[in-house]
T-cell receptor, first 114, second 111 residues
Framework: AAGVIQSPRHLIKEKRETATLKCYPIPRHDTVYWYQQGPGQDPQFLISFYEKMQSDKGSIPDRFSAQQFSDYHSELNMSSLELGDSALYFC?????????????FGPGTRLTVT | ELKVEQNPLFLSMQEGKNYTIYCNYSTTSDRLYWYRQDPGKSLESLFVLLSNGAVKQEGRLMASLDTKARLSTLHITAAVHDLSATYFCAVTYFGNEKLTFGTGTRLTIIP
């Protein structure tokens, strides 16, 4: 069965650079979520989109922005990177946010900021 | 603010033993999830618990939910090495789909 695809899987950037993470949800899934997991931490919700509109926002820095495109893939744009942005970034998708019980997680993108 | 706490944070146990991980949450929620995560890997869904008294079992793992006590448990029976991982519980609010995760329990099974 098709799963959530994230690219790139690994990314190394320097401070003050920008990064773009991509997420391709499971086909027909209409909702995308982004989570950030720091080393040894639990995942923290960043932002979500339903039918290409932002549906909820969590602890996402102003330096970050995201959008969902017409083909339902989503991109997380991160600017002025800081050392503290080094983390695993997960994308998850679900179908029909009203009744869906599960969010299916992608493999994650490991971002390292040096 | 919704808070989700797990205990213990670290658990080292011998193969063949039984143990329980506890997940407490601060505010009424509508769904409780259990996930498994291997080091550096993604989150694997184990169970979704929807109502008070719900119990689900898969292999050596059994999860239960007591919504009145705002408590979920993940019970491990006759542990085997392959169960070594970090286990997270997570909850959602009514009408809000974002997952709020617990602190995680790092489980190590010793042969």
């Amino acid at each position: 069965a098709a799963g959530v695809i994230q690219s790139p899987r690994h990314l190394i950037k320097e401070k003050r650079e920008t990064a773009t993470l991509k997420c391709y949800p499971i086909p027909r899934h209409d909702t995308v979520y982004w989570y950030q997991q720091g080393p040894g931490q639990d995942p923290q919700f960043l932002i979500s989109f339903y039918e290409k509109m932002q549906s909820d926002k969590g602890s996402i820095p102003d330096r970050f922005s995201a959008q969902q495109f017409s083909d339902y893939h989503s991109e997380l744009n991160m600017s002025s990177l800081e050392l503290g942005d080094s983390a695993l970034y997960f994308c998850a998708s679900s179908l029909d946010r009203v009744v869906a019980y599960e969010q299916y997680f992608g493999p994650g993108t490991r971002l390292t900021v040096t | 603010e919704l808070k989700v706490e797990q205990n213990p944070l670290f658990l080292s146990m011998q193969e063949g033993k039984n143990y329980t991980i506890y997940c407490n949450y601060s505010t009424t929620s509508d769904r409780l999830y259990w996930y498994r995560q291997d080091p550096g890997k993604s989150l694997e869904s184990l169970f979704v618990l929807l109502s008070n008294g719900a119990v689900k079992q898969e292999g050596r793992l059994m999860a239960s939910l007591d919504t009145k006590a705002r408590l979920s448990t993940l019970h491990i029976t006759a542990a085997v090495h392959d169960l070594s991982a970090t286990y997270f519980c997570a909850v959602t609010y009514f009408g809000n789909e974002k997952l709020t995760f617990g602190t995680g329990t790092r489980l190590t099974i010793i042969p």
